[in-house]
């Protein structure tokens, strides 16, 4: 089994956190500022350079005003 970073599923994850993040009209600057983080942290995860624990994706769901069944529910739909 590959590594989690290098599996479809985490393309999909970065993908829809950077999409969740646009919707929300939100820069990554403003997004690391939610979070308590620096702006290089929310790059380093949309670039998948950086892998999340369930309480950072929750925060960040959180800053987005996204709770996080929704986003797991937006994530398994798009892997289907």
Known sequence: MP???HRPETRVLIELIRDFRREAGLTQVQLSTRIGRVQSFVSDVEQGQRRLDLIQL???C???SVDLPTFIAAFEERLD
């Open 3 to 5: 590594k989690t970073i």
């Open 58 to 60: 929750r925060d960040i």
């Open 62 to 64: 959180r800053a987005m």
